[in-house]
């Protein structure tokens, strides 16, 4: 977020945190839709373990 606010000075945080949920649910949606397409099913096993 600090990167954002730097490149933006204009955007407020609140603004930068909502901007920055919705990239990480694209990313999401996309990882989602591509590993449906590959016939992916992600194991129930947390990712840090």
């Given at each position: 977020?600090?990167a ?9 945080r609140?603004?930068a ?6 990239d ?6 996309s ?19």
């Open positions: 977020m600090a954002l606010l730097h490149d933006y000075p204009a955007i407020s609140d603004m945190t909502t901007v920055l949920d919705g990480a649910t694209l990313l999401y949606a990882i989602s839709i591509a590993l449906d397409k590959i016939g992916h099913v992600p194991s129930e096993r947390p990712l840090h373990a």
